[in-house]
């Protein structure tokens, strides 16, 4: 088995959980409380606040064959090679504005910075920079990959359920058209960053299984929702 095809199975099979949660469909059906739906739009954003920054990272450790794609992905995270010129962060802060979220964008920031902290100041889990390396591309990539399947279908239950417009919704219907050329471009950047470093195919797949161990899209996009439904802060079943 590739790489590729070990990493496209862990993707899938953890969309799979994500779609098919309780918490996703009640997104996707109109099930949800506002509140809910408005904790939903706040880890989205707090998530993908900060992405520039981790691909500057990837970018700094990219072999020679990825080093092109990784800077046109993050020149267009950052607005620079795009014709709106409008940076990724700053359609997220459109969506907290659109949301009516303004007040709670401080919050969003805070949050994402922490996240930013938390990563950089963990003691490092692999024995060398290569590892680290290959760690965060397969989960930067992972987002890719699942928002250029399932971002159309959360910009279609945001606007039919939580009556949000298109302009508020840019960043989804953005990235249901440009991750899939990202995601793609991201697996062929794995199996360069595997060649380039000279991992053996058991390493890659170690490190490739530590670092989706669990469900990131899950525990970002609903970690505290499941929490506060369960402390009885939100309604349970929709």
Known sequence: ??????????????????????????????KATRQEYDAFIGNVIATHLNSPQYLAFLYSVA????????????????????????????LLRRLADGAGLTGQLPKF??????????VASKRLLYGTLKEGGLSAMCEINAFEYMLSR???????????????????????THHSVVDVQHAEEGFQSID??????????EDAQTIVEMSLRENAYIKRYFGDISQGRAAGMLRDDP
């Open 1 to 30: 088995m590739s790489i590729r095809s070990f990493v496209q199975g862990i993707y899938d099979q953890q969309i799979d959980e994500l779609t098919g949660s309780r918490e996703f469909k009640a997104i996707e059906l109109g």
């Open 63 to 90: 072999p020679p064959a990825a080093r092109d794609r990784l800077k046109h992905n993050m020149l267009e995270e950052l607005g620079l090679e795009e014709e709106t010129g409008v940076s990724h962060p700053d």
């Open 109 to 118: 920031e805070q949050q994402a910075e922490e996240r930013l902290r938390d």
């Open 150 to 172: 399932v971002s159309g279908s959360i910009a279609t239950a945001l606007e039919q359920h939580r009556k949000l417009d298109h302009d508020t919704l840019l960043w989804f």
């Open 192 to 201: 360069d960053f595997v060649e380039y470093y000279e991992f053996s195919v």
